[in-house]
């Protein structure tokens, strides 16, 4: 693991563009060593883990369980963003900050 995976420089996905006007983004490269000029793919979505049923939290919790059985590596999901699609709290996003690797119920996110 490299210090820029422990502690970023930027976000992931985050846009820049130089002072000649060519644009990058930041992203998070796989166990394969990226070839200069090549165009990059994300990995295909994880349907698997959508729809999970969180179990009950106290207010003001700051991390969230899933009694849902889920296969994860550490900080997947780092970044990204769960969204409530029931009610109450349709429509409410929460960041990501980091969770654990995990196979099993009873996930945490953080």
Do not use: C
Request: proline residues 4%; charged residues 10%; without cysteine.
């Amino acid at each position: 693991m490299t210090a820029n995976e422990v502690d970023p420089t930027h976000g992931l996905g985050e846009f820049m563009v130089t002072s000649d006007g060519r644009g990058f983004r930041y992203s998070l490269a796989g166990a394969v060593a990226l070839v200069a000029g090549q165009l990059q793919q994300a990995p295909v979505e994880d349907t698997a883990d959508q729809n999970i049923a969180p179990t009950a939290a106290a207010v003001g919790a700051t991390s969230v369980v899933t009694s849902d059985t889920m296969t994860v590596t550490v900080n997947q999901y780092a970044g990204g963003w769960m969204v409530v699609t029931v009610t109450p709290g349709v429509g409410i996003a929460y960041k990501i900050k980091q969770h654990l690797a995990f196979t099993a119920a009873a996930a945490t996110l953080l």
